[in-house]
């Protein structure tokens, strides 16, 4: 998966369709060139801080309910560390539950998304997050 | 002196002594006045005496005389000159006693006169007698000394009559006196009698009802230490350094110490975990500088070192000074709701992790149903037919449809968990608000709304945002098929509560069906006529019902419905 083109989005998922159906839509506006689908948290955890590796991506999309290691464990280590913090995460879930939202903001979230059961909102929600962080917002650099 | 005994006790006392007093004094005079009375008895006797011895001289003298004139004995002279000076003495005693006697002191000049007559005579008679017996003789036999002789026993005759008319007359008074006296003496002691009879019958009678009073009192407060001792709460005392001075049996079997190893030895200090401790100390200064504490729950370590919650509640006793004497404290056990709310607790974050993984878990593969069928949809467009579309789209509606109906449940379990943060809710502000959002939402509909002036509430504002947001689109909802909808919020004033209602022209429904109008689920109309998962209403019911208040509806089919609900100022024990 590694290769010497940067990565730009890096999605971290567990359910196969949820990604599936996520990467349709990124791909459908061309958001998806250099995209990493990592399966669950410590995978992630492995593709950010394993020695050697350099991975900053543009743009991290991060399921909370996952084995192994949640999303709010990751995002913590994201946000702990000094160069990786600058990376934009966006929490992408089903969970609408309050203690998760606030938790994650006092983490340093960039967004919290709850991704919506119709299809045709989802759609929307997914394109509309990719456009703005990938194309509208200034990173830092 | 301050006096117990009953007044009417006191005045019969007073009354008692009063008697004895007066008969005290009345005896007194009265012997004096005996006195005086006896002193003039004898000074009559004395009187008598006197006049009795003028008369007895006379008649000596007379009768020596006599013999002197037929012996010629010249002894007679020496006895006639004693008789005579005899004689001169009971006059002069006589003359003092009777001075104040006109009639007695007319008889004694009398007795005065014909005694010097008689001296004359007699002196006549010694001097004839020593140059003639004969001469002497006709002197005294002479008619003239007869005549004297009867005068003087004449006067001396009447005198010691008017003596004796005033002896009879004193004796008569004193008979009559002592009389008076014995009378007067009998009543006032009949009296005292009748007086200390009434006075005994009167102490007996106090003494027997205070006897009664004290057997009540001792009954009354054996039943106060059951009541006490039995109690289903703890009361216990603590001096001013907060030593266990008393407690009762309730107490003492919950923390399963003895009475003799508590009262006086322990302080309830010892009784507390660390952390209560802590706490009892700011209390305890706190109940004697304020008076009181209440509602204060602290942890205590019983003997076999199990933990007990107990609620205090106390007051201070203080003396007239305000000086801390004891406290008068109350425990309730609260130590089994305790442990119950403890399982609450734990239930209820049970019930948060099934919430939390039934939001994910679940939505997620509806989401992929709905995803995977509008991509066949869109990537296999030439290739399905129009049933096939149509299939694939009831399947997503049914999809949506489930992912609304969990949305739903969630809301209603959070409403349910979450806590009551009441506040003052301006319901004016807040319907206004919710109104226009949702009227916002409703395009080419004619909506006459009207909201009248409502009072405020005291309730949590989120939640109360949650009932008009509900209620408000039910009825647009419900009124959507009219030509012009109308709907109008207001309150009333009903039993001392602020009922508000929300009327609208709709559907309405059968009132035989309004029991199922606040379940979980429940709808009166068919999907197809109306949207709706059957959680509104049930949350608004959840809301209400936490609030201590009342929801309830009126309708007719085809008439519209009201809706009126009404939130308590606190929510009842």
């Known amino acids: 998966m590694v290769n010497n083109i940067p990565v730009e989005v890096l999605l971290i998922e567990d359910n196969p369709e949820d990604a599936e159906l996520t990467i349709r839509v990124l791909k459908k506006h061309n958001l998806a060139n250099n995209l990493v689908h990592l399966r669950d948290g410590e995978a992630a955890l492995n593709f950010l801080f394993d020695k050697g590796s350099n991975n900053i991506p543009r743009l991290i999309l991060l399921d909370l309910k996952m084995p192994k290691v949640d999303g709010i464990e990751v995002l913590g280590k994201i946000k702990k560390d000094e160069q990786k913090k600058l990376i934009p995460v966006v929490v992408l879930t089903s969970s609408k539950e309050e203690h998760d939202v606030i938790e994650s903001y006092k983490l340093g979230v960039n967004a919290y998304v709850v991704k919506p059961v119709e299809f045709e909102k989802f759609v929307e929600a997914v394109a509309k997050l990719g456009l703005f962080w990938l194309l509208l917002n200034q990173p830092p650099r | ?573």
């Open chain 2, 1 to 573: 002196m301050k006096v117990y005994i009953d007044k009417k006790v006191l005045v019969g006392f007073l009354l008692a002594l009063s008697i004895l007093v007066s008969l005290g004094i009345y005896s007194y005079r009265n012997s004096q006045d005996s006195v005086i009375t006896s002193s003039m008895v004898s000074r009559t006797n004395e009187v008598l005496y006197h006049i009795e011895k003028l008369h007895s001289s006379h008649l000596e003298i007379e009768a020596e005389m006599t013999r002197f004139v037929l012996t010629g004995d010249t002894s007679f002279a020496g006895f006639y000159r004693d008789e005579i000076n005899a004689a001169r003495e009971h006059y002069m005693v006589l003359y003092e006693l009777i001075k104040d006697n006109a009639t007695l002191s007319k008889g004694l000049d009398s007795i005065r006169l014909l005694g010097r007559e008689k001296v004359e005579l007699i002196s006549r008679v010694i001097m004839t007698r020593k140059n003639s017996e004969d001469s002497a003789r006709m002197i005294v036999f002479s008619p003239s000394n007869r005549k004297l002789v009867s005068r003087i026993n004449d006067v001396v005759e009447s005198m010691l009559a008017e003596e004796k008319k005033i002896l009879d007359h004193r004796m008569m008074e004193n008979q009559q006196d002592v009389t008076r006296f014995y009378t007067t003496f009998l009543t006032l002691l009949i009296l005292t009698v009748l007086t200390i009879v009434i006075l005994f019958l009167l102490i007996n009678k106090t003494l027997r009802a205070r006897l009664q009073a004290e057997r009540a009192l001792s009954r009354a407060s054996e039943e106060i230490k059951g009541l006490y001792n039995e109690a289903p709460c703890g009361y216990h005392s603590l001096n001013g350094d907060g030593t266990i001075i008393e407690m009762n049996k309730t107490w003492l079997e919950w923390i399963g110490y003895k009475r003799e190893e508590v009262i006086n030895k322990m302080a309830f200090l010892d009784l507390f975990t660390p952390a209560s401790r802590e706490r009892y100390n700011d209390t305890f200064s706190k109940l004697k500088s304020q008076g009181f504490i209440s509602n204060v729950e602290v942890e205590i370590v019983c003997k076999d070192h199990s933990a007990l919650f107990v609620i205090v509640n106390a007051t201070a006793i203080k003396d007239k000074h305000g000086n801390f004497i004891k406290s008068s404290s109350t425990a309730f056990n609260i130590t089994d709701r305790r442990l119950a709310e403890e399982k609450v607790i734990a239930a209820n974050k049970e019930l948060e992790a099934f919430t939390y993984s039934v939001s994910h878990d679940l939505r997620a593969p509806l989401r992929s149903i709905d995803g995977y069928s509008k991509i066949l949809q869109e990537d296999y467009a030439s290739t399905l037919d129009r049933e096939a579309n149509r299939l694939l789209q009831i399947i997503r509606n049914n999809a949506h449809r489930m992912g609304h109906l969990i949305d739903d449940l969630l809301d209603f379990s959070r409403m349910g968990r979450k806590e009551l943060d009441r506040t003052k809710v301006d319901m004016n502000a807040l319907v206004g608000h919710v109104r226009q959002e949702l009227i916002a939402q409703e395009v080419n509909r004619k909506i006459e709304f009207t909201v009248k002036p409502l009072k405020e509430v005291h309730g949590d504002l989120s939640m109360m945002r949650q009932v008009w947001i509900n209620l408000i689109s039910n009825a647009l909802k419900y009124s959507r098929k009219q030509e012009v909808s109308r709907i109008e919020i207001g309150c009333k004033t009903e039993d001392n509560h602020t009922v508000y209602y929300i009327q609208d022209n709709g559907v309405g429904f059968d009132m035989k069906y309004s029991d199922k109008l606040f379940g979980v689920f429940q709808r009166l109309h068919k999907v197809e006529e109306f949207d709706g998962t059957g959680v509104g209403l049930a949350l608004v019911h959840r809301i209400i019902s936490r609030h201590g208040g009342k929801i309830w509806a009126e309708a007719q089919i085809n008439e519209g419905a009201t809706f009126f609900f009404f939130i308590p100022l606190q929510i009842p024990h």
